[in-house]
């Protein structure tokens, strides 16, 4: 019998995106609704992607099955 392979963990995999040098990028939350009263900066803001921590990029690669 073979190896046994790890599942990709599938909403971990639709929240976050790899980068070619492995960095683990997320969205900002808040953009959906309620946006009239949000200031445009933090609209604008939102919409960028950022770097998770060290710790908390290990354990979604590790829920990606990478």
Known sequence: M???????H?????RFKITGSGKVM???????HNTGKKSESNRREARKWEELSK???K???KSLGL
């Open 2 to 8: 073979g190896k046994l392979k790890m599942k990709t």
């Open 10 to 14: 599938r909403a971990t995999a639709k």
């Open 26 to 32: 997320r969205q900002h939350s808040g953009r959906n």
């Open 55 to 57: 710790g908390m990029a």
């Open 59 to 61: 354990k979604v690669k």
